[in-house]
């Protein structure tokens, strides 16, 4: 992997750059997830073959530092984004976020400006008020959180059966996991739904087949944002139909 130290940071972020041609593709992955465990396969499928590609392990995630100091917020983990492109003198990316990093996506996006080409998100926090696992996290203190409730969770999560995310989280710093979730829950401004419908880059938005429906799916396109959906997957659409993933990417990208 490479590193990478923004300036504002005593902390490295690490990334995988897969290299070919055209804008490069970034990842995002979401809440106690690590881009390096999950897009691989993605990353890999023929549908995106030949593509320069880099995966990014957010700071406190994966195998980035952990910083105790950084603030883990959806507007901070942007920043570092952000300031990866702008050293890899990158005039021109293709962003794609997953859940929490389709939120950071959108956040980076509404910075980069024109220098983002194509944003593809899947099922991203719009809104105040998080999801199931980011509003469990976040009604802890960090500090209770910190000493037994991320444990719990990855023993829960583990139990349930749900071993990926599991392993990722138990990877993850709980004070990382804690600030991203209240972040998630707190929401921002302007909201991240706002940040979407003002970016001029062409939008995608990809739900599972399995999701349960949502209103957005027919909002969304009325705000000129493409609706997609991933067969075969709900949420965890990265580990359960990888391709139809990578498939649904390349046409959003097209």
């Known amino acids: ?99 929490m990093g389709g939120s950071i996506a959108i956040a980076t996006a509404h910075r980069l400006g024109e220098g983002v080409r194509r944003l593809v998100v899947g099922e991203p926090n719009l809104d105040p008020g998080g999801g199931v696992a980011s509003r469990k996290i976040a009604a802890m203190s960090e500090a209770d959180y910190v000493a037994h409730g991320h444990d719990a969770l990855v023993r829960a999560s583990r139990a349930d059966g749900n071993a990926t995310w ?13 600030r991203g979730a209240t972040s998630l829950v707190v929401g921002g401004r302007p909201t991240w739904r706002a940040m979407l419908y003002a970016t001029r880059a062409p939008r995608t938005l990809l739900v599972g087949s399995q999701t349960p429906p949502d209103p957005d799916t027919q909002e969304l396109p009325r705000q000129g944002v493409n609706v997609a959906i991933v067969p075969d997957a709900g949420h965890a659409m990265a580990w359960q139909n990888p391709s139809g993933l990578s498939q649904a990417i390349a046409r959003a990208l097209a």
């Not at 599991?166 to 804690?178: E, K, M, N």
Request: hydrophobic share 45%; charged share 15%.
């Open 1 to 99: 992997m490479k590193s990478f130290r923004p300036h504002a940071e005593q902390a490295d972020l690490r990334y995988h750059d897969m290299p070919g041609d055209g804008p490069p593709l970034l990842f995002i992955h979401g809440l106690g997830c690590a881009s390096s465990c999950d897009y691989p396969a993605v990353a890999g499928d023929p549908a995106l073959s030949g593509r320069r590609m880099l995966l990014v392990d957010l700071l406190g995630s994966g195998f980035s530092d952990r910083p105790a100091d950084f603030a883990y917020t959806i507007e901070a983990q942007a920043r570092t984004i952000v300031a990866l492109v702008e050293h890899l003198g990158l005039a021109s990316i293709d962003l794609f976020g997953h859940s």
């Open 166 to 178: 599991a392993t990722s989280l138990s990877l993850t710093a709980p004070w990382a996991a804690h």
